[in-house]
């Protein structure tokens, strides 16, 4: 099982970057994935997440209004699609997925979540 994050690199601020997870491995989408993102000295902080067969994403108060999370189920892969990227976006980002489905308020915890990706850079410029 695993999860390969790739799409992150070095943008200058106000642009934009997608981010793509691509689940190997398994012969089933998974149930519930997310993005999560550490900066340098902090926490690692959620993104966004959505479900399998349900509407609706979700994102962090952060990102909301910039990050788009969407998913192609026949292909095992999440996007995360960035707009107007900030300096405080720089970040690694890391890709997760559970075996669950959860409801919404339980989707930023990073527990529910079995299995996580490398991570990829994402750094912005001013």
């Known amino acids: 099982v695993q999860l390969q994050a790739s799409g992150g690199g070095l943008v200058q601020a106000g642009g934009s970057l997608r981010l793509s997870c691509a689940a190997s491995?398994?012969?089933?989408?998974?149930?519930?994935m997310g993005w999560f993102r550490q900066a340098p000295g902090k926490e690692r902080e959620f993104v966004a997440a959505?479900?399998?067969?349900?509407?609706?994403?979700y994102n962090g108060d952060s990102v909301k209004g910039r990050f788009t999370i969407s998913r192609d189920n026949a292909k095992n892969t999440v996007y995360l699609r960035m707009n107007s990227l900030e300096p405080e976006d720089t970040a690694v980002y890391y890709c997760?997925?559970?075996?669950?489905?959860?409801?919404?308020?339980?989707?930023?915890?990073?527990?529910?979540?079995?299995?996580w990706g490398q991570g990829t850079q994402v750094t912005v410029s001013s």
């Open positions: 997760a997925a559970s075996d669950t489905v959860y409801a919404s308020s339980f989707l930023s915890r990073e527990g529910i979540y079995h299995y």
């Open positions: 959505i479900r399998r067969g349900r509407s609706g994403t």
């Open positions: 491995g398994r012969t089933f989408s998974y149930a519930t």
